[in-house]
């Protein structure tokens, strides 16, 4: 069964803390996609980033980081220098590949709430 | 084009309405997705259309729900007799589906939160 865990319900930190949501998944298929997703207030999801399961390279874009461990089925989300504009919910979801028509729905984790204060 | 766009943003039905929903998907994306999503949780799939084909249905899906895609353009999903614990956000996705193995990612409109009172 295909699932994603993220443990940590809400997170709390001052401007320029840095922050890690961690995220942990199960899936049965070899060929899967990794994504996060930030929901600030207005709802909409805003797409962060997507891996899959092949390719294991750390990645940084500004400050934002993820570690994708398959050892520990992990895709760790950091932020560094944490700023208020960062306040959000953020999902962390998997999707796995297929052929044909079933493919690329979503599974979600419950979401991790990051406020950062000024 | 401005994104994915949904419509209303907010609807307030009472129970045992019928109700629609629409999303305009980004208007080269062949795919198009709905999820729901109640408070304090992650979206949750319910249906996916390649062009107007509706290729996957969730069990979340109950018969009281319907959607459709008639000219791989916009989607409507339908409501019927609704229920309290329909009341959630209702957000939908489009992707540019190449083929194959492999996966483009999805952009999701603002959602349509739904009451049910």
């Known amino acids: 069964a295909q699932k994603v865990t993220q443990a940590q319900t809400e997170i709390s930190v001052v401007e320029k803390e840095d922050v890690t949501l961690d995220c942990v998944y199960e899936?049965?298929?070899?060929?899967?996609?990794l994504f996060w997703y930030k929901q600030p207030p207005s709802g909409e999801l805003v797409f962060l980033i997507r891996?899959?399961?092949?390719?294991?390279q750390n990645e940084i874009s500004g400050r934002y980081s993820w570690n994708f461990q398959k050892s520990t089925s992990s895709f760790n989300f950091t932020i560094t220098a944490s700023q208020v504009v960062d306040s959000a919910v953020y999902f962390c979801?998997?999707?796995?590949?297929?052929?044909?028509?079933?493919?690329?729905?979503?599974?979600f984790g419950k979401g991790t709430k990051l406020s950062v204060k000024p | 084009d401005t994104g994915v766009s949904q419509d209303p943003r907010h609807k307030i039905t009472k129970r045992g309405q019928n109700v629609t929903f629409r999303c305009d998907p980004i208007?080269?994306?062949?795919?198009l997705y709905w999820y729901r999503q109640t408070l304090g949780q992650g979206p949750e799939f319910l249906t996916y259309f390649q062009n107007e084909a509706q290729l996957e249905k969730s069990r979340l899906l109950s018969d009281r729900f319907s959607a459709e895609r008639p000219k791989g353009s916009f989607s409507t999903l339908e409501i019927q007799r609704t229920e309290q614990g329909d009341s959630a956000m209702y957000l939908c996705?489009?992707?540019?589906?190449?083929?194959?193995?492999?996966?483009?990612?999805?952009?999701f409109g603002q959602g349509t939160r739904l009451t049910v009172v």
């Open positions: 891996r899959n399961s092949f390719d294991e």
């Open positions: 899936t049965r298929d070899t060929t899967y996609y």
């Open positions: 208007s080269e994306h062949n795919r």
């Open positions: 979801a998997l999707s796995e590949a297929g052929y044909g028509g079933s493919q690329g729905n979503l599974i």
């Open positions: 996705a489009s992707s540019l589906g190449t083929g194959g193995v492999g996966y483009t990612e999805a952009f």
